[in-house]
């Protein structure tokens, strides 16, 4: 069987990672992997829900060493951990800190003595390309998380496509990112393209404005900055000062280009976009202020019969189905068209209504209840949810509270809304301008 | 910073969370001792960095996580108070 090496880098006293005490070389990583293999309990799966970027690469590589799987959830509800641990019993939780891991079996990450020291002739371990590294987790419109299985070929791969796609294999650039590492968007820009593409990466997880500037100041430039609409709406709007960044990158939600002409006024940095889902991995990238068309990442295709379009080739595994409507160019570009009514994007958070009045409905005491995304504000903006429950003796704080426990606080409704019963029509179903009319009624926030 | 000033001030930084996130409340029903998270307003970490900008904006401040701090100063409304009280510049 094929293998492909864990990392790309050809200097093993490169830097691989940024922390708060310096810098870590790729010989030093390597270490701190092997010593995190041999601890790790005997274990089929991994969910490694490290804060730290740096301890979570630790960890994602001891796995892989040890022929573990890793989940990554795409959030961290106790309904989440339930359904994981019934789904793969044979799962850890590795942890740096103090994460609510409810009753699932825990590792705490330990202190490894090699951390930052070097052994003189570590090799570079080389991982079977259809060896399963990861499970990536979509809530799917049944109602049910959807696994997105990925094998290590295809991940090494995908980190390879993007550096070529942003010009950062020949040019590596220090990553400092403002999201999650565990989902895909983080997993892919500030994890894979460090261990493909050769950018070391900072370990942190800046969160305010002050914190991005803080962390870039502490990494040497070339800088790119991996972040989401939201959060460089917020940098932006906060007027910090900021030092030198070299390439801006977002993904997770579609970014105007009014934002994008701002931030890159504001930086001097080009201000490129990834577009790409977690069922496909990435799949194209584009500099917005150049236009609209997107361009396909190193051997990605796309093929289209009638209204579906299908992602395979290059990095995707297998066929994938995508959820946007799209616009084929010449060249290996293409247009995007907004998606299906049913996905929800919050703040670069996805998931669908069917999911939502799925978790609704199944509260104990409601007998109907639908989710309604109200008409959206702007581009950059957040709109928030509502929901419209029927549940004779329930108050809307004692549902919302049970809701809590079942899907992400983001998508938790603003406002509640108890009634009588939802406008259904003959045939049960819910039409928009029915809601609308109902939110304009009950939630309105002086809107005509 | 003296309790009294503390108690003055939680009326404007209640008004400035309900406006800036919208939300179906009126100021007063914040309590100042409740949890602003969770179980309390159930406030995420987007609420978090739209309650900061506007911090910033009107006291002339920046909020930092790279202490600990952070879930203590958006624990309560009082802590938050408490807070922007001993940090503010206008």
Redesign the interface.
């Known amino acids: 069987m094929s293998a492909m090496p864990l990392l790309a880098h050809g200097d093993l006293n490169a830097i691989f990672a940024w922390r708060q005490d310096g810098p870590i070389s790729v010989n030093g990583y390597l270490a701190d992997v092997h010593a995190l293999a041999e601890q790790l309990p005997a274990a089929g799966y991994l969910l490694n829900l490290c804060h730290d970027r740096y301890r979570f690469a630790v960890g994602f590589a001891a796995g892989l060493l040890r022929g573990m799987t890793s989940l990554q959830p795409s959030s961290q509800s106790p309904e989440t951990f339930r359904r994981l641990l019934d789904e793969y019993p044979d799962l850890v939780a590795l942890c740096d800190g103090a994460t609510d891991t409810q009753d699932l079996p825990r590792f705490e990450f330990p202190n490894l003595a090699s951390t930052g020291k070097t052994t003189p002739s570590a090799c570079i371990p080389h991982i079977p390309v259809n060896q399963l590294a990861a499970i990536l987790f979509t809530s799917g419109s049944t109602g049910l998380p959807q696994a997105q299985r990925k094998t290590w070929g295809k991940l090494a791969q995908n980190g390879r496509a993007e550096a070529i796609a942003l010009g950062l294999d020949l040019n590596p650039h220090v990553l400092v990112g403002t999201v999650p590492v565990q989902h895909s968007y983080g997993f892919e820009s500030t994890f894979l393209l460090a261990l493909h593409g050769g950018c070391p990466f900072w370990a942190g997880k800046?969160?305010?404005?002050?914190?991005i500037a803080?962390a870039l100041a502490a990494v040497p430039q070339p800088r790119l900055l991996v972040t989401t609409p939201?959060?460089l709406s917020?940098l932006l709007?906060?007027?910090?000062e900021l030092p030198a960044i070299d390439i801006l990158l977002s993904a997770t939600a579609p970014l105007s280009t009014k934002l994008a002409a701002e931030a890159e006024a504001r930086t001097g940095a080009p201000m490129l976009e990834i577009y790409g889902s977690t069922e496909s991995g990435q799949l194209a990238s584009r500099r917005t202020t150049d236009g609209a068309a997107w361009a396909l990442l190193p051997g990605v295709r796309l093929e289209q019969s009638g209204e579906e379009t299908v992602a395979c080739a290059g990095h995707v595994e297998g066929r994938v189905p995508l959820s946007d409507v799209i616009e084929l160019l010449p060249e290996n570009r293409f247009l995007l068209h907004g998606r299906h009514a049913d996905l929800i994007n919050?703040?670069g958070k996805r998931t669908s209504l069917a999911y939502l009045n799925h978790q609704l409905t199944a509260v104990p005491g409601v007998v109907d209840g639908a989710f309604f995304l109200p008409d959206e504000e702007g581009p950059d903006g957040?709109t928030?949810l509502t929901a419209f429950v029927v549940a004779p003796g329930l108050t809307a704080r004692q549902i919302?509270?049970t809701l809590?426990e079942r899907i992400?606080?983001?998508f938790?409704p603003?406002?509640l809304v108890l009634v009588d019963t939802l406008p259904r029509n003959s045939t049960g179903k819910l039409p928009r301008n029915d809601l609308q009319a109902l939110y304009i009624e009950r939630?309105g926030?002086g809107r005509s | 910073m003296s309790q009294a000033a503390i108690e003055t001030l939680l009326p404007e930084v209640a008004e400035l969370i309900v406006s800036a996130l919208n939300l179906d409340i009126g100021p007063d029903e914040i309590e100042p001792d409740a949890p602003l998270f969770g179980d309390g307003l159930g406030l995420d970490s987007i609420d978090v960095l739209e309650i900061a900008l506007v911090i910033s904006k009107k006291y002339g401040f920046q909020l930092k996580s790279d202490n600990e701090d952070n879930v203590r100063i958006f624990s309560s409304l009082r802590a938050l108070t408490t807070y922007i009280a001993t940090q503010r510049s206008k």
Do not use: C, W
Not at chain 1, 206 to 211: A, E, G, S, V
């Open positions: 800046p969160f305010y404005p002050q914190d803080a939201f959060h917020a709007a906060a007027g910090v919050i703040a957040v928030r919302t509270a809590r992400e606080a983001i938790l603003r406002p939630v926030y």
